[in-house]
């Protein structure tokens, strides 16, 4: 028995030979693009689950979004209320609309070239993909079929734009519209591939013990089913190496060595952590019922 170490997700249940056989399948094509920082260019992914915390704090800060800044705007300057509102409304519209846009067009372009054939892809408009033009790649069949049905997708989407972007904007409206959508579209994928990979993790707790899983999946007993799954010991775990890591890459860098920038965070590293616990973790989980649930049909 060992720590099941994937991308923040550790699991004390789970065998070396399931971690080998996952990680064999699972790694190959899984890397992070960094358009912000070129200290990176492609992290493995699987290894970095701060990263993606790390890639929403560090390219959204610097991107106004124009929200709740707008709103406050309009209760500040009751002169100009009318015509604040209607630019929030343009402008929130445009944004919002943007986002969508760019989804679509990219989500339909990838899927041409495969990118949903492989099963720890979801798409979040998956009403619009298009058939693939590129032979299709044999990826190893790990999970369930009813697994292709799992897809949370549409409520991370609103988790995302309700109650993670506010948090990270900087206030104003620079009319990068297609630049934010761009960003909002590679964070969203990288949240979701993480938390989607709730269902690899549910597979191998499953395997690992059906005695246990059986009963709650045929009760249907959602509650259960997320009690047996859950490791708090783990998720404090995750939740500390999320921490560490997100302290060592958010330092600043200087080339003065008297430079006391070392000590210098670019973000509170604590924030990384409330994130993971708040919406990173607790998505996963519902991510691994829903894979359950349909474990036996
Ligand atoms: C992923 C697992 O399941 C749960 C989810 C976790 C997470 O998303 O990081 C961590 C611990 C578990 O409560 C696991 O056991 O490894």
Known sequence: MTSFHLEG???????????????????????CFFPTNNLFTFVPLL??????????????????????????????IPKNKNQVRNKMATAENAYTLDSVRKALNTETVQAKAGRYENPEENPFFPENLQPL????????????????????NKSLWK?????????????????????????????????????HYGKFVAEVKFRESPQDYEPLIRAKDREGLMKLLTFKSVEEMV???V???????????????NDDSKEKKKFDP?????LYEKWVIPLTKEVQVDYLLRRLD
Do not use: C
């Open 243 to 257: 921490e560490k890591k997100a302290t060592l890459f958010g330092q600043e860098i200087s080339l003065d060595s």
């Open 270 to 274: 604590s924030v990384a952590s409330k």
């Open 239 to 241: 939740k500390k190496r």
């Open 133 to 152: 033009l590129v032979p299709s790649y044999p990826f190893t069949k790990i999970l369930h079929s009813g697994a292709a049905s799992v897809n949370i």
């Open 9 to 31: 997700t550790e699991s004390p249940t789970t065998t070396k030979k399931q971690i080998k056989q996952f990680l064999a399948d699972t790694s190959n094509n899984v890397f």
């Open 47 to 76: 290894l970095s689950p701060t990263i993606i915390i790390l890639y929403i704090t560090l390219s959204l800060h610097h991107l106004p979004i124009p929200r709740k800044n707008l709103i406050l705007l309009s209760n500040l």
């Open 159 to 195: 988790m995302y734009f309700d109650d993670l972007l506010p948090l990270f904007v900087a206030s104003g409206d620079d009319g990068n519209y297609a630049q934010t959508a761009a960003s909002d579209l590679s964070l969203l994928q990288a949240i979701s591939k993480r938390v």
